[in-house]
């Protein structure tokens, strides 16, 4: 029974639908690159370049070693294998929707040439192997086995070159200058998993052998030599090599989750990723062979992309490049030392301490090929008075790999242990920290004037002080009028004197907090202590239609006719939506007693005119005044107050 797997592009949707993606850990280089998903990779030495093919937005993504882009080659309709040309000047892509192949000069990364491969044929996956451009195209079992002639004087285009084997997608092909007239076959999206070696010397092929091995393969990558071939696949099953002479298997190169990629250095050191979403490993390196202990690295928590080729070695095999994630996460890794042990360090602080008493910090440091005992660790503790960092000298790891030192903090705050190991011939370096919370004494801070209020406009100075503190003497003064149109505004900054004490001037024409702000030390906590002084509006009152004044009882009297009303017109601080109170007492039985109030809106101008109207009664002392009270009278960005009183009497 034969078993075929969905299309790419609908299998990678389904997996990724709704997979959450997270930024990566680590890695030696590591950038964004604007690829959906990475189909094939080709680094390009000649021109220290890699390229990505990006089937998802038809484009080619160039990027220097450092992983930056350095260009881009759109319009390529579903582009998805490369292949790179034996002197690195031309690049082949394989074009499915647009039924061609193309030739991209690495150098300026424009199209050269074209090679349409017929209406309907859909190529996808290529191998150049002794001067002719290999390609399997087709949809499942509609696919074949094609070629380019490049040593001919007009290249030609021959379809239809399977030899009997009946593809059940375009196959995946693999060439090495190091096996010529051979060509590699792999029949990957199929339960029984066919290879098939094809002798290509001819420049017919012919079946030379082939076998199932249970496929599903994710991908696949020759030895230098060209005599083997690593898959990677299928399902959970390790990487495993075979011999292409018979297809018999080699070794296997175990890994503990499903192999996505895998890619050969010249030297025959293994690389592969696997899918790995956790903090497990994503990268393995197989620096002593498949017996040996594998380099794991975990270059990203995202997933690792399948389906496509997503791991290459640089071809002087130094360094490896990886990607990981999809869409707006896809990254670019540079593993500059891939064949050294990435080892794990951990630090643990306390996450409290004292300042100057002891507290222990431990760790561990733990890599494929244990550190031994001895080993030496730099520590650094930087705090509020070394923020540059301070050596604490040399630590050395124990037995286990775990390690462990004390320190009396002399800073209070924030305080971080860093603890490096250098690395050696067969290690990579790492550094690791963790951060103690150390207490700090309370410095004594107040500020003065709170709860008093003053007339508008008054400039009163508020006097901050500070008590005994370590190195620190500066303060803030700011001061934050009541209203949401008023900002608040540092006033004062400034070294206090030789009593603690700074001083700054606040203009009051609102209610005001004051805060006097002391940032710390790193013996001294910050504080910060506020204090709330009210500022009255200005306010008065006028008094017109009178036919007379007259000082008595006291007082000055406005003497209005009976039949005469009386203008009062208030004169108060505006502000928006602001009423002022008008108030009238009547002298009877010995005391002034209330007879009316009412609220009036002001004016934009803060004016506000009222008639009193009405029977007017005779003999009357009477008197009148404008009031503002906070909150009732609309806002509250000032205090209440009362202005003065003016008398009138009404006669006959």
């Given at each position: 029974?034969?078993?075929?797997?969905?299309?790419?592009?609908?299998?990678?949707?389904?997996?990724i639908?709704?997979?959450?993606?997270?930024?990566?850990?680590?890695?030696?280089?590591?950038?964004?690159?604007?690829?959906w998903?990475?189909?094939?990779?080709?680094?390009?030495?000649?021109?220290?370049q890699?390229?990505?093919?990006?089937?998802?937005?038809n484009?080619?993504?160039?990027?220097?070693y450092?992983?930056?882009?350095?260009?881009?080659?759109?319009?390529?309709?579903?582009?998805?294998?490369?292949?790179?040309?034996?002197?690195?000047?031309?690049?082949?892509?394989?074009?499915?929707?647009?039924?061609?192949?193309?030739?991209?000069?690495?150098g300026?990364?424009?199209?050269?040439?074209?090679?349409?491969?017929?209406?309907g044929?859909?190529?996808s996956?290529l191998?150049?192997?002794?001067?002719?451009?290999?390609?399997?195209?087709?949809?499942?079992?509609?696919?074949?086995?094609?070629?380019?002639?490049?040593?001919?004087g007009t290249?030609?285009?021959?379809?239809?070159?399977?030899?009997?084997h009946?593809?059940?997608?375009p196959p995946?092909?693999?060439?090495?200058?190091?096996?010529?007239?051979?060509?590699?076959?792999?029949?990957a999206?199929?339960?029984?998993?066919?290879?098939?070696?094809?002798d290509?010397?001819?420049?017919?092929?012919?079946?030379?052998?082939?076998?199932?091995k249970g496929g599903?393969?994710?991908?696949?990558?020759?030895?230098?030599?060209?005599?083997?071939?690593?898959?990677?696949?299928?399902?959970?099953?390790?990487?495993?090599?075979?011999?292409?002479?018979?297809?018999?298997?080699v070794?296997?190169?175990?890994?503990?989750?499903?192999?996505?990629?895998?890619?050969?250095?010249?030297?025959?050191?293994?690389?592969?990723?696997?899918?790995?979403?956790?903090?497990d490993?994503?990268?393995?390196?197989?620096?002593?062979?498949?017996?040996?202990?594998?380099?794991?690295?975990?270059?990203?928590p995202?997933?690792?992309?399948?389906?496509?080729?997503?791991?290459?070695?640089?071809?002087?095999?130094?360094?490896?490049?990886?990607?990981?994630?999809?869409?707006?996460?896809?990254?670019?890794?540079?593993?500059?030392?891939?064949?050294k042990?990435?080892p794990?360090?951990?630090?643990?602080?306390?996450?409290?301490?004292?300042?100057?008493?002891t507290?222990?910090?431990?760790?561990?440091?733990?890599?494929?090929?244990?550190?031994?005992?001895?080993?030496?660790?730099?520590?650094?503790?930087?705090?509020?008075d070394?923020?540059?960092?301070?050596?604490l000298?040399t630590?050395t790891?124990?037995?286990g790999?775990?390690?462990?030192?004390?320190?009396a903090?002399?800073?209070?705050?924030?305080?971080?242990?860093?603890?490096?190991?250098?690395?050696?011939?067969?290690?990579?370096?790492?550094?690791?920290?963790?951060?103690?919370?150390?207490?700090?004494?309370?410095?004594?801070?107040?500020v003065?004037?709170?709860?008093?209020?003053?007339?508008?406009?008054k400039?009163?100075r508020?006097?901050a002080h500070?008590?005994?503190?370590?190195?620190?003497?500066?303060?803030?003064?700011?001061?934050?009028?009541?209203?949401?149109?008023?900002?608040?505004?540092?006033?004062?900054?400034?070294?206090?004197?030789?009593?603690?004490?700074?001083?700054?001037?606040v203009?009051?024409?609102?209610?005001?907090?004051?805060?006097?702000?002391f940032?710390?030390?790193?013996?001294y906590?910050?504080?910060?202590?506020?204090?709330?002084?009210?500022?009255?509006?200005?306010?008065?009152?006028?008094?017109?239609?009178?036919?007379?004044t007259?000082?008595?009882?006291?007082?000055?009297?406005?003497?209005?006719?009976?039949?005469?009303?009386?203008?009062?017109?208030?004169?108060?601080?505006?502000?928006r939506?602001?009423?002022?109170?008008?108030?009238?007492d009547?002298?009877?039985?010995g005391?002034?007693?209330?007879?009316?109030?009412?609220?009036?809106?002001?004016?934009?101008d803060?004016?506000?005119?009222?008639?009193?109207?009405?029977?007017?009664?005779?003999?009357?002392?009477?008197?009148?005044?404008?009031?503002y009270?906070?909150?009732?009278?609309?806002?509250?960005?000032?205090?209440?107050t009362?202005?003065?009183?003016?008398?009138?009497?009404?006669?006959?």
């Amino acid at each position: 029974m034969r078993i075929r797997t969905l299309p790419a592009a609908a299998a990678l949707a389904a997996m990724i639908g709704s997979m959450a993606l997270a930024a990566p850990s680590y890695a030696d280089t590591d950038r964004s690159i604007p690829v959906w998903n990475v189909d094939d990779t080709v680094v390009d030495g000649l021109h220290q370049q890699v390229f990505l093919s990006d089937s998802y937005k038809n484009q080619i993504v160039v990027t220097d070693y450092a992983g930056q882009v350095v260009g881009t080659v759109s319009g390529l309709g579903q582009v998805r294998d490369l292949e790179l040309s034996p002197d690195g000047g031309t690049l082949y892509a394989a074009v499915q929707e647009a039924d061609k192949i193309v030739a991209i000069d690495t150098g300026t990364l424009r199209q050269t040439a074209e090679y349409p491969t017929g209406a309907g044929t859909a190529p996808s996956r290529l191998a150049l192997a002794d001067g002719r451009l290999w390609f399997g195209y087709g949809d499942q079992w509609d696919s074949g086995l094609g070629v380019v002639d490049l040593t001919a004087g007009t290249p030609a285009v021959t379809l239809g070159l399977d030899d009997g084997h009946d593809f059940s997608s375009p196959p995946r092909l693999y060439a090495a200058p190091g096996n010529p007239g051979t060509l590699l076959a792999l029949d990957a999206n199929i339960s029984s998993g066919p290879i098939v070696v094809y002798d290509i010397s001819s420049g017919t092929p012919k079946i030379r052998v082939s076998a199932e091995k249970g496929g599903f393969y994710a991908d696949a990558a020759l030895t230098p030599d060209g005599q083997d071939v690593v898959v990677a696949g299928p399902g959970t099953r390790a990487l495993t090599e075979y011999r292409l002479s018979d297809l018999s298997e080699v070794r296997t190169y175990p890994v503990p989750d499903s192999p996505r990629a895998v890619s050969i250095a010249p030297d025959g050191t293994v690389a592969a990723t696997v899918a790995d979403t956790g903090s497990d490993g994503d990268t393995y390196v197989f620096t002593g062979g498949a017996d040996g202990t594998p380099s794991v690295r975990d270059l990203s928590p995202a997933f690792t992309p399948g389906g496509g080729h997503s791991i290459s070695w640089t071809p002087d095999g130094g360094a490896l490049f990886a990607q990981t994630g999809y869409d707006t996460s896809t990254r670019l890794h540079r593993v500059d030392e891939p064949r050294k042990y990435a080892p794990v360090l951990t630090v643990n602080a306390p996450s409290t301490g004292t300042r100057t008493k002891t507290l222990t910090v431990t760790g561990k440091l733990t890599a494929g090929v244990a550190l031994p005992a001895g080993t030496p660790l730099k520590v650094t503790r930087t705090d509020l008075d070394s923020p540059n960092g301070k050596s604490l000298g040399t630590r050395t790891l124990g037995t286990g790999g775990t390690f462990s030192f004390t320190d009396a903090p002399p800073a209070g705050s924030k305080v971080t242990y860093t603890v490096t190991y250098a690395g050696d011939a067969t290690h990579t370096s790492a550094t690791a920290s963790d951060s103690v919370q150390v207490s700090r004494a309370t410095p004594s801070l107040s500020v003065d004037n709170n709860g008093k209020v003053y007339a508008y406009g008054k400039d009163v100075r508020f006097t901050a002080h500070l008590g005994s503190t370590y190195k620190n003497r500066t303060v803030e003064i700011w001061a934050d009028p009541y209203g949401a149109d008023k900002p608040n505004k540092l006033v004062k900054s400034g070294t206090v004197d030789s009593h603690g004490n700074l001083s700054a001037v606040v203009d009051m024409k609102r209610d005001t907090k004051v805060t006097a702000k002391f940032a710390g030390d790193s013996h001294y906590q910050p504080r910060s202590v506020s204090s709330t002084a009210g500022a009255e509006v200005r306010v008065s009152t006028s008094v017109s239609g009178h036919y007379k004044t007259k000082y008595t009882s006291g007082h000055t009297y406005y003497y209005f006719h009976k039949s005469k009303d009386p203008l009062f017109t208030t004169d108060m601080t505006y502000y928006r939506g602001r009423k002022q109170r008008l108030e009238i007492d009547v002298y009877a039985d010995g005391r002034w007693q209330r007879v009316g109030a009412q609220y009036f809106a002001l004016g934009t101008d803060g004016v506000s005119r009222v008639h009193l109207t009405g029977t007017h009664s005779t003999g009357w002392r009477t008197r009148v005044r404008s009031s503002y009270y906070n909150f009732s009278s609309g806002d509250n960005v000032n205090s209440t107050t009362h202005g003065a009183w003016k008398y009138y009497i009404f006669t006959s």
